[in-house]
């Protein structure tokens, strides 16, 4: 192999290695903004709620 040939592939992993980094990334974030947002289990009245 030649110092050219050596150095393009190199190049091509750490271009591949980015690639798919920020896939991952992306995936993540999709992932975490699909999860609907639960609504609370109680209403907010502005009473303080009651105990036993």
Same mark, same amino acid.
């Given at each position: 192999m030649t110092?050219?040939?050596k150095a393009a592939i190199a190049a091509a992993?750490?271009?591949g290695s980015a690639a798919i980094?920020?896939?991952?990334?992306?995936?993540?974030k999709r992932s975490?903004?699909?999860k $609907?947002? &639960?609504?609370s289990k109680t209403i907010?009245?502005?009473e $303080?709620? &009651?105990t036993d």
């Open positions: 110092k050219t040939s992993g750490a271009i980094a920020a896939a991952l990334l992306y995936a993540g975490k903004a699909k $609907p947002v &639960e609504p907010p009245s502005g $303080p709620p &009651e």
